[in-house]
């Protein structure tokens, strides 16, 4: 059983940052590369940042400069600053995650947490 579990959303006014966590536990191996999608009601879910076993990071153009995404063992964050309306979504945390007696890696999605941009 593997769980992400995320924290760290709420409502804040354009300009401001919020710290999104995502903590993985269970049956864990190894997590090859952990992200960040946010999904708007009506819309594809769509991808923020990305972060590898190794460092590499990949963002999404509208977030770059503002977001930065980084990982300490089984847990990934998102900083995000100078927010604006428009980031106003629910942002889902994803791992590709080798569990025990497997020898793969499969993709694992949190609950998502609510982050809104409003004045």
């Known amino acids: 059983q593997v769980q992400l579990v995320e924290s760290g959303g709420g409502l804040v006014q354009p300009g401001g940052s919020l710290r999104l966590s995502c903590a993985a536990s269970g049956s864990i191996v190894s997590i090859n590369a952990m992200g960040w999608y946010r999904q708007v009601p009506g819309e594809r879910r769509e991808l923020v940042a990305t972060i590898t076993s190794g460092g590499p990071t990949k963002y999404a153009d509208a977030v770059k400069g503002r977001f930065t995404i980084s990982n300490a063992g089984n847990t990934v964050y998102l900083q995000m600053n100078n927010l604006k309306p428009e980031d106003t979504a629910v942002y889902y945390c994803?791992?590709?995650?080798?569990?025990?007696?497997?020898?793969?890696?499969?993709?694992?999605w949190g609950q998502g947490t609510q982050v809104t941009v409003s004045s």
């Open positions: 994803t791992a590709a995650i080798r569990r025990y007696s497997t020898t793969r890696y499969s993709d694992y």
